[in-house]
């Protein structure tokens, strides 16, 4: 892919196409914490044709209306960049529209190999990505598009939003509406819903709680990010129904999903890859989802973030040394443990004293959430994308949706990180997309991951 190139042809403000509300929206304490994130999406489309980029620009315009928030700006409630608090910001209903830029690829998708697995990952979803907005035209925008022509026909579309909008269940009810709109419904099936205001009200800001932060514990000397080598690992589906198998049989009336499958063998592999101390505390960092937590529940449409950190702690030498169905079992007995964590964090930290020079007792005081992973090379950070890449079959008029994955996270994880994604068609099974050895690890990890998934009928 060293020949590689794209050509941006324009860039233009796509506006809603009716008319939309005014005014400010509040935003939640979660979605102020992942305001520094951008979620960034490739799509890759088989048999475009000629109408197919007016087609697309039309249909974010669609969107635009029932969605009005994402074509307005994220602006600080006190109105002055140096004055109030750095999480105290909303969005302003300004209807200024979503940057949408043209562009050109000088081959084919098959030259490309449909973007599935090239090494130089980062540097050629760069130039798929959209450029970021003249600072002429003032506040950046909340939702940017590129679609990029290529000579076969074919597309592909990169988007870009700022993550304070809305969650992985968020960003794909918004993708679907698209679609919906795109094919002649007048309304997305799913109303959205707003209601940031409600969720989690009584929760202290990710910023600043209201007692001293405790020292944090040593940790191993974290490489600088870029260090962290991409590797792209393909775990077929028998595999995955293996595993989850095999883990019915050890632990009867269980049964355990396919993200807890392939985030213990991953988890595991990569500890004995990097070898560290037996009495080494290694942790497993991942987001779940709370819609179902929250009192009174969050309605059907609701996509903003509605997510809560789970980490999973233990030495390496247990990991290193442990059956797949224990490792397993360990993060579900703490996943088990979210609702008391979080009504905790949430009401202990409310009602907490004020007053930092009563005493020293911060027992009652839960810890921060983790919402951005720390730089700790024992954290292994995990999310999961399948619910994007399930529509591969998907045929719209401008293209079939050949798959769907993330991009550009090295840049914003500067901790050791994993993707599980649905791979294209005809594959089956889970993509696992990582960042998360060093260059002097790598070949250790491929080769725990080779032997597992060859003698995957043995003892996990």
């Not at 968020?170 to 419904?185: D, M, P, Y």
């Not at 579900?332 to 930092?356: F, H, I, R, S």
């Amino acid at each position: 892919m060293d020949t590689f190139s794209v050509t941006r042809l324009s860039g233009t403000m796509v506006r809603p196409s009716e008319p939309t509300p005014s005014g400010t929206l509040a935003l939640s304490v979660i979605d102020k914490a992942l305001r520094v994130i951008d979620y960034k999406i490739m799509c890759v489309f088989k048999y475009g044709n000629e109408k197919s980029m007016e087609m697309i620009k039309a249909a974010f315009a669609k969107v635009l209306v029932p969605y009005y928030p994402l074509a307005g700006r994220l602006q600080k409630s006190s109105g002055d960049d140096d004055n109030g608090p750095e999480d105290d910001i909303h969005v302003a209903c300004t209807g200024e529209g979503v940057w949408f830029v043209e562009a050109i690829a000088n081959c084919s998708l098959v030259a490309a190999n449909y973007f599935d697995d090239d090494p130089t990952v980062e540097a050629v979803h760069d130039k798929l990505m959209p450029n970021p907005t003249p600072e002429a035209m003032g506040l950046a925008p909340i939702l940017l598009i590129q679609v990029t022509s290529f000579k076969c026909g074919g597309l592909v579309v990169g988007v870009i939003v700022n993550h304070s909008l809305c969650d992985g269940i968020g960003f794909s009810q918004v993708l679907h509406a698209v679609k919906e709109l795109a094919i002649g419904l007048k309304r997305p099936s799913v109303d959205p819903v707003w209601l940031r205001e409600s969720i989690l009200p009584y929760a202290p800001s990710l910023n600043v709680l209201r007692s001293k932060p405790k020292p944090p514990p040593p940790q191993p000397l974290m490489p600088y990010y870029q260090q962290l080598k991409f590797a792209l690992f393909d775990i077929p589906a028998h595999v995955t129904d293996h595993l989850k198998k095999e883990f019915s049989q050890y632990s009867p009336g269980k049964t355990c999903t396919t993200f807890e499958a392939i985030s213990a063998i991953l988890w595991r592999s990569r500890t004995r890859a990097i070898n560290l101390p037996d009495t080494a505390i290694v942790k497993l960092l991942f987001y779940a989802n709370i819609r179902h937590l929250l009192n009174p529940p969050v309605p059907k449409g609701f996509y903003g973030n509605c997510i809560f950190p789970v980490t999973v702690t233990t030495s390496s030498g247990w990991l290193k040394e442990t059956s797949t169905g224990e490792v397993i079992k360990l993060m579900m007995e703490t996943k088990a443990m979210l609702p008391a964590k979080l009504n905790k964090w949430v009401y202990n930290n409310y009602n907490g004293d004020d007053d930092d020079d009563d005493d020293d007792d911060d027992d009652d005081v839960v810890d921060e959430p983790m919402y951005i992973a720390p730089p700790d090379y024992a954290t292994l950070c995990l999310s999961g994308i399948e619910r994007f890449s399930k529509g591969s079959k998907d045929q719209l008029e401008w293209g079939h949706l050949f798959h769907a994955f993330p991009v550009g996270l090295s840049k914003y994880h500067t901790s050791p990180f994993a993707f599980l994604c649905s791979p294209p068609a005809p594959k089956t099974g889970i993509c696992l997309k990582t960042w998360c050895v060093e260059d002097s690890h790598l070949p250790a990890l491929h080769d725990e991951l080779k032997n597992l998934l060859t003698n995957f009928n043995g003892t996990a």
